[in-house]
């Protein structure tokens, strides 16, 4: 896919991802769309897997710890062949292995089971090990929220990482600027979050998360630099893509109705 195939992308999957969710009454499309795009380039462009083989040894793993964006995760990999389009439409329905919070017991190509915020940095710090042990190449990309970075456990592995040097890990941070009651600026914002990851001894670079040419060129050169960590500080907007969304707090928890439904089809056909 080039740039405009991958946009197009993007806008189909929004689509979806707000249809199933006024069906089902589900919550966090606006952290779906916020991970979106960066999810978008990774599976379309990046990360070296086969959705018909999706446990072969030297695959690159991404463990998206802020779990509750499942749906954007479940989106893609439906559309990257991992599972039927007509598996994806069972979300959140009795009986689906598609559940509310990523879990990858019975779900092809999800690599943890997260949603407990602050686990899945610490699960993909054992997975970069255990490849570099077994002169295994493949890549481990770790997806967190940037409200997620408030908890202990996230800096107790960023610590370990860096003390480790693995320079096959590769952390992402969704910053959306809203956690689950209020804006990321009044707990922990950018600036001390930013100066944190510099202050651990990661490379670091600092994007727009929804600008593709700058996901692209960002994801090609990786690690940062060799013998250390990387993380990619992505600014992203939450509701992102649909006005009455972006940057509103109550989409963390609210579902679209039949009204709002036909609004956001009409901005994002």
């Not at 379309?44 to 499942?70: Q, V, Y």
């Not at 092809?108 to 710090?125: D, M």
Request: aromatic share 6%; glycine share 8%.
């Amino acid at each position: 896919m080039n740039i405009e195939s991958l946009k197009r992308n993007a806008k189909e999957m929004r689509i979806e991802i707000a249809r199933m969710l006024e069906k089902t009454h589900g919550s966090h499309i606006g952290s779906d769309y916020s991970v979106l795009d960066i999810l978008n380039v990774l599976y379309f462009k990046i990360l070296k897997i086969d959705p018909e083989r999706p446990f072969l040894a030297d695959r690159d793993r991404l463990i998206l710890s802020k779990g509750h964006a499942s749906l954007a995760l479940y989106t893609i990999l439906a559309k990257r062949g991992f599972f039927s389009k007509e598996t994806l439409n069972s979300y959140l329905q009795n009986g689906s292995p598609l559940v509310g919070h990523v879990d990858s017991r019975n779900v092809p190509g999800v690599e943890v089971s997260t949603g407990s915020l602050g686990h899945g940095l610490a699960i993909g710090i054992g997975m970069a090990l255990a490849n570099e042990e077994d002169k295994n190449k493949g890549r481990v990309f770790v997806i967190l929220g940037d409200g997620e970075c408030n908890e202990g456990s996230i800096w107790e592995s960023v610590i370990l990482a860096s003390r480790l040097k693995l320079d096959n890990l590769i952390v992402i941070v969704d910053a959306n600027k809203l956690q689950c009651l209020d804006a990321t600026e009044e707990i922990i914002g950018d600036a001390e979050l930013i100066n944190l990851w510099k202050a651990t001894g990661f490379g670091i670079k600092e994007i727009n998360g929804h600008d593709y040419r700058e996901l692209l060129e960002s994801f090609q050169n990786l690690p940062i630099n060799e013998g250390r960590p990387s993380v990619i500080y992505t600014n992203t907007v939450k509701g992102k893509g649909v006005s009455f969304m972006e940057n509103m707090l109550e989409w963390h928890y609210k579902s679209p109705n039949k009204e709002q439904l036909r609004v956001i089809e009409e901005e994002l056909k």
